[in-house]
C-alpha cells in the first residue's frame, strides 16, 4: 500500500458544528502532516506529528485540534470554525522527520464552513 | 526561517517545447529540494528530488539542477506533452530535527497542444 487515504472526500459544516477529519497511512511512515491549502497557493503547514508526538504546531487557532492515535493514524478536529477555514486540507506522510524523503499526499478533503 | 521564491508564476509553451522553473532559498541549512506536481482537483505529488550534495538529477524528461552557492535550483523539462499541464511547487527542507517544508508559491504551466 503506498497511499495516503482521507476521509471523508468533500465536507459541509457549520459554525457550530464539530466535525473531524481522518487520515491514514499503512507505509509504516513515521511523520505525518496536516496542511491546508487555498485556491491557488501553496499548501501550508499547520501541523507535524513525529513518531506519533505532536513536534511542531504553526500558531494554528485551537478550533483545530489534531489527534495521532498510532502510526498510521491522524485525524483534525474541527470546532467552530469560520467561514475562512473553508480550504482543502491535505494530510501526507514520510518515512521519517529530518530524512531525505519527500511526502505522500492524500487527496484532501475540501471543507466548506457555512 | 527559510523563504523560497519561485518563478514564473505561469508558463505557456508549445508541446515538445521545453519548460524550465526556477527557485530561490534563503536558508543555507536547507538540504533537501523536492518538486510536486499537483494537477487541478488532485493531490500534490513528488515529481523529483534533489539533495544538497548533488548537482543535477535526472528522470526521464524531467532533470532538476542545484546551486547551493547561489542558493538557487530549477526544473526543466524537455518535449513537453499536454499531460504535463498543471501547478509545480518547489519546496526546500530543513533536515536534522523535524523536517519543515517550506514551499514556493507555484508556477502553472499550460503545455499548448
Known amino acids: 500500500d503506498t497511499e495516503v487515504t482521507q476521509t471523508p472526500k468533500h465536507l459541509v459544516m457549520g459554525m457550530t458544528n464539530k466535525k473531524s477529519l481522518k487520515c491514514e497511512q499503512h507505509m509504516g511512515h513515521r511523520a505525518m502532516y496536516w496542511y491546508k491549502q487555498k485556491a491557488k497557493k501553496p499548501p501550508e503547514l499547520m501541523f507535524v506529528?513525529?513518531?506519533?508526538?505532536?513536534?511542531i504546531n504553526e500558531s494554528v487557532p485551537s478550533r483545530f485540534s489534531p489527534e495521532c492515535p498510532n502510526s498510521s493514524l491522524l485525524n483534525l478536529h474541527l470546532h467552530a470554525l469560520q467561514p475562512e477555514d473553508s480550504a482543502l486540507y491535505l494530510c501526507?506522510?514520510?518515512?521519517?522527520?529530518?530524512?531525505?524523503?519527500?511526502?505522500?499526499f492524500g487527496s484532501g478533503t475540501r471543507l466548506t464552513v457555512v | 526561517g527559510e523563504n523560497v521564491e519561485q518563478h514564473p508564476s505561469t508558463l505557456s509553451v508549445q508541446e515538445g517545447d521545453s519548460a524550465v522553473i526556477k527557485c530561490t532559498y534563503s536558508d543555507s541549512a536547507s538540504n533537501y529540494f523536492p518538486w510536486y506536481k499537483q494537477e487541478l482537483g488532485k493531490r500534490p505529488q513528488l515529481i523529483i528530488d534533489i539533495r544538497s550534495n548533488v548537482g543535477e538529477k535526472k528522470d526521464q524528461r524531467i532533470a532538476v539542477t542545484l546551486n547551493k552557492t547561489a542558493k538557487h535550483f530549477s526544473l526543466h523539462i524537455t518535449e513537453t506533452q499536454p499531460e504535463d499541464s498543471a501547478v509545480y511547487f518547489c519546496?526546500?527542507?530543513?533536515?536534522?530535527?523535524?523536517?519543515?517544508?517550506?514551499f514556493g508559491i507555484g508556477t502553472k504551466l499550460q503545455v499548448i497542444p
Open positions: 519546496a526546500a527542507t530543513s533536515s536534522g530535527g523535524y523536517q519543515k517544508v517550506t
Open positions: 506529528y513525529s513518531y506519533e508526538k505532536l513536534s
Open positions: 501526507a506522510s514520510s518515512q521519517a522527520p529530518g530524512t531525505f524523503y519527500g511526502y505522500t
